[in-house]
């Protein structure tokens, strides 16, 4: 690690044993049952704030997943996609070090929502994979991630699913202490990183002030058999919000800023014939609103609303000569309803607006200024009876894509959905999910026309495309003892007038020919997990976990879909004792031939990682935490099937980072 970073880790440690766990992490990280058992397991416990009623991850039938705490701290990476990929059913894009997109159950791009704090991040990711995600997994609090269509909570495009990070930027309880927060810096050996965030949360009175940054700077990383060239990373993000907070509620607004500067691998240039990488950068600026209000009416018992405002610049250079320039402003808007139990059922209904202009100016430019204006009215409703517990939700939209050269596009997709929940018997229980989804096609898939040299394609948009419909069935079975928490489940997901990029094998301007088609497909699929508690005693606390996903996906009048997910297994080791933390884990990734026309084949790849980690308490409000991580230990070339750019630039090789974390 740099020893300006080390420097920088000893002096934050000092200084933070000065200050006074912060809300946002562990409540209870200050004492030392940061690395409990009791803690290590209290996840399923985590109240999942995307959904309008509020239940448990245990609690919630459709499939759902929360990284917080101490298991956060140690999953986080450069990007969300890397975050959250070690979960059953949740994979990656790769473009870079800097630039990872969500993929769910082998969905992504516009499929899979990307929310901050329950609102759309505003970014252009889904326009090309070599596009960054402007939400920095560093700040987060907690990350949820809800699995097969989200459609009714979330609009048309989540279809597959949705990623909600949680920050606080916008406080909505009173904090513990006047003053608290965390500070954190690390460095890794394998792309000389220098990585740093800082939080805050002050408190006077009825009003929560809020501010938090993050720097993090990387050189090219190391691959298992060299530099990759024009793989560099710079990230600086921040934010400032407040909010005041009475008896009936809360009102709070943020303004957050998100910069990042990168480098394309696949687009290295070439020094000896002078032509110059291509880089990228991008600029976010955002604001929000939201506020929640307890009315207690009798048939209501809360309003919540939310709105944001986002302004978006990203440029792609050639050298210093600017190529193309992708500009976005968006604004959202949401009101929740939440109802009072009326003969047994509690409910949630609410409206939801959007609009955004997109457009993009320059030599790639290969979708057209678009403005997309989209409304939807959503409902859900639950009930529970002694061992069964039904979800019923409908939702209906309108949506209409609007683009400067040509005729606009209307649609009005209409989703429903079932979740049935049965208990078996004490520890046992079945869920139960049925899913009729509709989405509406993005601009890209509309629109494209033209080369895009990020994928190495010249694309051609659909513009006769029609609604994308999903009817999803999902049996999930869940058991829970002393010895072992367990899930498994399988889904199959029939999907009408599917929306995918084919490749055609014609070339145009020396690009390959992809074009947006639309045909009926098949996906089905298995994931599941075990964590098996191994002893408990004076020794620690060993924990043995076992998981693994597949998903297959065709078309139906044959052949496959492109850049599919393959199946994995993976197994990891925990143990804990005190102040002290450990794991070893390895997840094999099997060899994806199953490609479609035109695609490479992927060969498998095991990657195994490690961590330790040591907290140290210096006053009842204070503490802190040394670390060390170790990533592809065996130096593995590991390429990702989701991957455009995966035969030219594999994952990064071994590495080692350490780190300090201060939580005060």
């Not at 990307?114 to 609090?141: C, K, R, W, Y």
């Amino acid at each position: 690690m740099n020893k300006s970073v080390l420097a920088l880790a000893i002096a934050a440690l000092l200084s933070a044993g000065n200050a006074g766990a912060s809300p946002d992490a562990d409540p209870s990280a200050a004492d030392g049952d940061r690395n409990s058992p009791e803690q290590a397991h209290r996840l399923d416990e985590v109240e999942v704030s995307a959904l309008p009623i509020k239940q448990s991850a245990d609690d919630v039938i459709a499939p759902v997943s929360v990284l917080a705490g101490a298991e956060l701290d140690d999953a986080k990476a450069g990007t969300l996609g890397e975050t959250v990929a070690k979960q059953p059913g949740v994979q990656t894009t790769y473009f870079g070090p800097g630039v990872g997109r969500p993929v769910i159950r082998g969905l992504d791009g516009p499929r899979v929502g990307v929310l901050s704090n329950g609102a759309s991040s505003g970014d252009v990711s889904t326009v090309s994979q070599d596009h960054a995600v402007s939400i920095e997994p560093f700040l987060a609090d907690q990350i949820e991630v809800l699995k097969g269509p989200a459609t009714l909570l979330y609009g048309s495009g989540a279809i597959g699913g949705v990623v909600n990070v949680v920050d606080g930027r916008i406080p909505d309880k009173l904090p513990d202490r006047p003053f608290s927060g965390r500070v954190e810096l690390r460095g890794n050996d394998g792309a000389n990183e220098r990585t740093g965030m800082a939080r805050v949360d002050m408190k006077a009175g009825d009003f929560v002030l809020h501010a938090d940054g993050t720097y993090r700077d990387t050189d090219d990383y190391d691959g298992p058999d060299g530099k990759i060239a024009n793989s560099f990373l710079t990230t600086k993000s921040g934010s400032f919000g407040g909010s005041w907070i009475g008896d009936r509620g809360f009102i709070g607004l943020a303004v957050a800023r998100f910069l990042d500067h990168y480098g394309n691998p696949a687009e290295p240039g070439d020094p000896a014939t002078g032509e110059p990488g291509v880089t990228l950068k991008l600029a976010q600026t955002r604001y929000d609103l939201k506020g929640g209000l307890n009315l207690d009416t009798g048939v209501f018992e809360a309003l919540r609303f939310n709105a944001s405002h986002t302004d978006y610049a990203h440029t792609e250079f050639e050298g210093d000569a600017v190529g193309t320039v992708f500009l976005s402003q968006s604004n959202e808007g949401r009101i929740e309803l939440v109802q009072s139990e009326l003969a047994g059922w509690r409910g949630a209904f609410g409206l939801q607006f959007l609009r955004r202009d997109f457009q993009a100016v320059g030599e790639e430019a290969f979708v057209p200024q678009t403005l997309t204006r989209g409304y939807g009215l959503f409902a859900m409703e639950q009930r529970e009876w002694d061992r069964f517990k039904l979800d019923l939700g409908a939702r209906t939209d309108r949506q209409t894509s609007d683009p400067a050269d040509g005729p606009k596009r209307s649609f009005s997709p209409l989703s429903l959905s079932a979740g049935m929940a049965f208990k078996l018997a004490d520890g046992w229980h079945l869920n139960l999910n049925l899913d009729r989804a509709q989405r509406a096609p993005a601009e890209e898939e509309l629109f494209a026309h033209g080369p895009h040299v990020a994928t190495e394609s010249f694309e051609v948009g659909l513009p006769t495309a029609t609604k994308e419909t999903s009817n999803q069935f999902e049996l999930g079975l869940h058991f829970h003892s002393d010895f072992v928490d367990a899930k498994v489940s399988g889904y199959v997901n029939r999907f009408n007038d599917y929306i995918y990029l084919a490749d055609t094998g014609e070339i145009e301007d020396d690009l390959p020919l992809r074009q947006w088609s639309q045909a009926d497909a098949r996906f089905h699929g298995f994931e599941g997990e075990a964590v098996f508690k191994l002893s408990e005693g004076p020794a620690g606390h060993y924990d043995l976990r076992v998981w693994g996903d597949t998903v297959r996906a065709k078309l139906d009048d044959g052949g496959n879909l492109p850049r599919i997910a393959p199946a994995r297994a993976g197994v990891d080791l925990k143990w804990s004792a005190d102040a002290w933390r450990a794991s070893v884990g390895a997840a094999h990734y099997f060899e994806q031939d199953r490609t479609a026309a035109f695609e490479t084949t992927t060969p498998g790849f095991t990657l195994v990682n490690a961590h330790l980690s040591y907290t140290l308490d210096s006053s009842d409000t204070t503490s802190w935490e040394l670390f060390a991580d170790g990533t592809n230990l065996t130096n593995q070339t590991a390429r990702l099937s989701t991957s455009y750019i995966k035969d030219k630039a594999p994952l990064p090789g071994r590495a080692i980072a350490f780190g300090v974390r201060a939580f005060f």
